[in-house]
C-alpha cells in the first residue's frame, strides 16, 4: 500500500489511502465502541436483524437490519432502499446522533466534507457468514461516498476493479477500523470472505460492520 502518513489523531489511530477516493482509518472507532455497540443494540431491539433473500431466492448469510430514514432491502422483488421495515411496517429506527457525526468525521477526515447520510446498514457476520463480489449503486447519489465501520471479529475484505472479473486485492479489516469510499472508488466491486470464527470481547463470535449512505 502507498501513502502510509500519520494523521495528528488519538493514540493508534492512522491513515492509509486505497486509491485515490479511499481511505482507511485504523482504529478510528476504537475509543468509541462501546457507545456504538449499545447504539446498535438499541436499534436491533426495534428492528431485528434477519437474513434477507436476494432476487435469485438464495438466503443471504449475513443477517441486516437498518436505521435512518431509509433501509436497505432485499426480496424476490429485487435490491431497495424503502422507508418501512418490511418485518414490522414500521419506520427504520432513527439513526442515533452520535453515530451519524461519528461517520460525518471519518468522512471530514477522508476529504469528503458535507456527508449527509440518511441510512445506516447494519451487517452482522456469523463465523462463516460472507457477502459475495458486488457494487452498491442502489443509492441515488452516487456522488456521496459510503463510510464503513467494522467492530469485532476481523475479516478479510475483498476489493477489485470496476468490473466484477480483474484483479483483486485483500486487506484484513479489524476492530474500530473506518473505510471511506468515494470518488472514483465509490463503485468498486468489494466483498467479504468468510468469517473465520474467533470470539472478541465486546461482540462474542461476531463481526458487525456498519456502512453508511447518502441516498439522496
Ligand atoms: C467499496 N459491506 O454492506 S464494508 C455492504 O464488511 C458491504 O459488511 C461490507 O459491502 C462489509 O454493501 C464491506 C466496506 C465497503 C462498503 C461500501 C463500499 C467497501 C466499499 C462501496 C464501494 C466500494
Ligand atoms: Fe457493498
Redesign the pocket.
Known sequence: MQDLFDINGPEGVWQESLGSGATWIHGFLVAHAAQVLADVGRVVEHAPYRHLTTPGGKRMSVAMSNCGEEGWVSDRAGYRYQATDPQTAKPWPAMPVQLRALAQQAADDSGYDNFAPDVC?I?YYAPGAR?GLHQ?RDENNLTAP?V?F?LGLP?V?I?GGWQRTGKTQRIM?RHGDA?V?GGE????F?G?APLKDGEHPLTGHARI?L?FRQTR
Open positions: 446498514l451487517n457477502m452498491d459510503i464503513s467494522s475479516a475484505f476489493w479489516l473505510v469510499w472508488d465509490r463503485l468498486r468489494h467479504v460492520n456502512t
